[in-house]
């Protein structure tokens, strides 16, 4: 599964310009990969980390703006369609599992 979070926040005073930040950096460190400017997604196990993840995020919002979550299955996912531009390959996206032996 596959948790998206959209935002809109205002930037125009520097107490917004820091919660701004802030919510940045705590989505970050959470996991979660820059899509475009204010989408990022995470890859979460299950409905439960997928519930926790959204908890979590709603925990750290901001006083103002918009935060949207939406959570879709991998195979929606994969199914995205870029239209123009091209998918960033420097960043490890996958739910595939890595060995070592």
């Known amino acids: 599964m596959r948790l998206v979070i959209f935002f809109d ?4 005073t520097a107490a917004q310009q820091r919660e701004y930040r802030a919510f940045r950096k ?3 460190r959470s996991g979660f990969v820059m899509m475009q400017e204010s989408v990022y997604s995470k890859i979460v196990l299950n409905a439960t ?6 908890e979590n995020v709603r ?4 006083n103002g703006g ?3 979550m939406l959570l879709v ?6 199914r995205m369609e870029i239209v123009v531009g091209e998918a960033q ?3 490890i996206d996958s739910d595939e599992k890595l ?3």
Not at 49 to 54: H, L, S, T, V
Not at 59 to 62: E, I, N, P, S
């Open 9 to 12: 926040l205002p930037i125009e």
């Open 99 to 101: 060995v070592i032996l």
């Open 59 to 62: 925990k750290h919002k901001t």
């Open 49 to 54: 980390a997928a519930a926790a993840a959204q």
């Open 73 to 78: 299955t991998e195979r929606q996912f994969e």
């Open 66 to 68: 918009l935060i949207q």
């Open 26 to 28: 705590f989505l970050l």
């Open 89 to 91: 390959t420097t960043v």
